[in-house]
């Protein structure tokens, strides 16, 4: 049983529009969320992260929206740029458990930002 | 250079041979982790380790090994691999337990 799901396995974009990507968990446990990305040939990268108590964060163009209630958080990516294209991972996990280091990761979904 | 090395990057075995995938770290890190990276199923941590010589179970343990004798250093072990232990192979590295975990560049293993 998948606790973190990305649905969409590909996503393909406009330069200049906006991205967003989506994840959904089942655990309730989780009381934060992180977004690692990914190029070929090298190991994720942290991206942006967020708190079960918050419900938004933003890092310059990219912004985590977290809805408890529905168990789904989005990463919204303005403006898209060719080199924001990579895989994009989701991730859960609870403080009590291991903090950031247990963390339960999606499949992963693959961003194509076009010109 | 602020970094986590894997050796090798690529691996291309025989079934039953047993072999070790190296993992350094050169920024002190407390804590150090190994995952496993599958088309369909994303990112599965196989073990970790807080410090020297304590190490815990992840999420798919069975088949590896692994040890902590050094801070710096995270290896793992397959003592007698199976086809279904093909994989990218991360090892990773954080600071402390709310900390973002570096990655390493990954080993591709291929068990034949």
């Known amino acids: 049983d998948q606790q973190v799901k990305q649905n969409s396995p590909s996503l393909s974009v406009q330069e200049g529009r906006i991205s967003i990507l989506n994840c959904d968990y089942t655990?309730?446990?989780?009381?934060?969320f992180l977004w690692y990305k990914k190029y070929p040939a090298e190991g994720p990268t942290f991206l942006i992260s967020?708190?079960?108590?918050?419900d938004k964060n933003e890092d310059g163009r990219f912004t985590v929206f977290l809805n408890k209630s529905a168990k789904h958080l989005s990463l919204h990516i303005v403006p898209s740029q060719p080199g924001d294209s990579a895989v994009y991972f989701c991730a859960g996990g609870d403080m009590f458990s291991g903090g950031y280091n247990k963390l339960i990761f999606g499949a992963g979904t693959r961003l194509a930002v076009h010109p | 250079e602020a970094q986590v090395t894997q050796n090798p990057r690529y691996l291309i075995t025989v079934t039953g041979k047993k072999l070790t995938v190296t993992c350094s770290q050169n920024m002190n890190h407390e804590y150090m982790s190994w995952y496993r990276q599958d088309p369909g199923l994303g990112l599965r941590q196989i073990y970790y380790s807080m410090n020297v010589e304590v190490t815990d179970k992840g999420d798919v343990p069975e088949g590896y090994k692994v040890s902590r004798k050094e801070k710096r250093n995270f290896p793992l072990i397959l003592e007698s691999p199976s086809p279904n232990q093909t994989s990218l192979y991360f090892c990773a590295s954080s600071f402390g337990r709310y900390n973002e975990q570096f990655f390493g560049p990954g080993t591709r293993l291929t068990v034949l």
């Open positions: 655990n309730s446990m989780f009381d934060y």
């Open positions: 967020i708190s079960s108590i918050k």
